[in-house]
Structures are given as C-alpha cells and as structure tokens.
C-alpha cells in the first residue's frame, strides 16, 4: 500500500545540490498527487520508485511531520524550485534542454523567454497530441524526438498523474544521460500563461488559495474537496 510515511522524500532545496549526474527521474508530491496514488497504483509505483522525489505542497511536509515519516522535510519545494535550479546550473556551463508536453503557443513562449532569461541553453521543444491516451505510434514519436534531441535536462508536462506514468512507463526506452523532471504547472508558469501566487502566498503555504481565489471553477473541487480527502486519508494512515 502506498504510504506518506515510507517515502523517500528530499528534506531541502539544499538537497538538490547533492543529486547525481546521469539519467535520473525528479518528481514531486502534494496533496492531490497523494490522494491520487492511493487508487492509482501505477502512479503509486511512479512516484515510490524515482530517482528523488520532492515535496511541492506545505501540506505534504507537515503530514510527514505528524506521521513522523522516515523522510521529514524542513521546507516545500515546489516544482518551479527544481525548474530554476536545473536551468541556472545547466545555463552555466551551457548546454541543451527540451520541453515535451503542453501546447504549441505555451512552447513558442518558453523559447522565446528562455533564449532571453537562460541564454546559454538551446531550447528544444515537443507537443505531444493532446489525448486522454497515446497510441503507440504516438509514443514511438515522442520517444524517437527525445533521444535524437539527447538533451542535458528534459522536462515533462503533461499534468499529472499523466506525465509521472508516461515517463516511468517508458523509462528503459530514453536513452538520455540527463535529469527529467515532471512539472507540468511549471510550463505555464514560466510562459506567462497561467499566473503564480505572489511571493507572500508562497512563504506562508497559501499558493493553493490563491490559485483557488483566481480559478474557482476549475480548482474548487482539488482544493476544497482535495485537501478535505489528503486530511481524511493521513488521518487514516497515521491510524493504521
């Protein structure tokens, strides 16, 4: 059973730091990806068996905490944390980094932000069909675009619990030599489509009401429904 207890959970964005070079799967957990898990047993099985798995939710870290988790972390780290430290490190020696997922104008808009905010980093670029399931010729294409792109760092997004099962489904089929993080929120943040809470929000852990305040019709039922169920299902765990 997949348990917030047992995870292997990064405790600091110091952590990052001390990630190896090479092929390495980077994915994050909150509270939905949490609730998710628990009926989705290959997204459980994504998430337990990456290479380093962070906690982008203060929920996350507090229930650690209360459970008193092998793994507790001292802060969130939310998935744009690892998209800015991923690209300054790679910006600085220099390299190539592909995006795969999202739309065609989120895309155009990462490469043109990109080119002026990490310079030193050619920006490659996927946009998958958009559909509930690939065909196997479709992940034919997807796979075939990432290797002859041999990037130095690799993001998906595609939301989730969708990006976290494609990567690990087809893990063995990469041959990359990079870090891959899946971050799906990120590409609009960073592309300027969707806007991210304001620096307060972020420090107190309330990034979650202000997405919910500006999308209500869309956020209501993760949020408000969501973080009620991640309640209910720690209360459970921590009960045995």
Known sequence: MFKLRELKILCSKEALLSLPEGKLLIN?????SYNTALKDSLFAEALVNGDALIPDGISVVKACRWLKAKSQPTERIAGWDLFVFEM????????????????????????EKAAVEYPNIEVLTYSPPY????SEEDNKAIISAINNA????????MTAPKQEKWTYSRWKELDIHCHVGTIG?????????????PIWWQRHGLEWLYR?????????????IGN???????MKEKCG
């Open 88 to 111: 300054e490190r790679l910006n600085k020696r220099g390299g190539r980094c592909m995006f795969m997922g999202s739309s065609e104008n989120v895309l155009t808009r990462i490469k």
């Open 131 to 134: 559909k509930p399931e690939f």
């Open 228 to 234: 009620a169920l991640f309640l209910w299902n720690v």
């Open 150 to 157: 041999n990037p130095d760092l690799l993001w998906i997004g």
């Open 28 to 32: 994050t957990i909150n509270a939905h």
């Open 212 to 224: 919910l305040i500006r999308e209500p019709r869309r956020m209501w039922k993760r949020y408000i």
């Open 185 to 197: 929120a990120v590409f609009d943040f960073f592309a300027g489509t969707v806007e991210r809470a």
